[in-house]
């Protein structure tokens, strides 16, 4: 399995019910694009302090990497990832990407 970690920077101005709608997003991929076992998305709530100023995220969970690129390509996936830069910090520059098999 791929885990796909995106962590983002959100515009100041940027509100709750604004991420939510992010968020809801990215979980409605599950139910179009195959091989999506599990989706997570949030604040952080870590204790440490070593954020480096990305307070919220998501996790998408692959059944393997292909299903993980299926989802990349995807023009669903390509729409909510349009949303996701134009609320973050600086746009592209306000996320961080990271992928890990688990």
């Known amino acids: 399995m791929i885990l796909h970690c995106v962590f983002i920077r959100f515009r100041q101005e940027v509100t709750a019910s604004e991420k939510e709608a992010i968020y809801a997003g990215i979980a409605a991929l599950k139910g179009i694009i195959d091989g999506i076992v599990d989706v997570k998305a949030g604040p952080n709530v870590s204790p440490e302090g070593l954020d480096s100023g990305y ?23 390509k729409a909510v990832g349009e949303k996701i830069v134009a609320a973050a910090a600086g746009g592209m520059s306000g996320l961080l990407v990271f992928d890990m098999k688990v």
Do not use: C
Request: hydrophobic residues 40%.
């Open 55 to 77: 307070g919220d995220g998501f996790a998408v969970t692959f059944e393997n990497a292909a299903a993980r690129d299926a989802y990349l390509d995807h023009p669903d996936h």
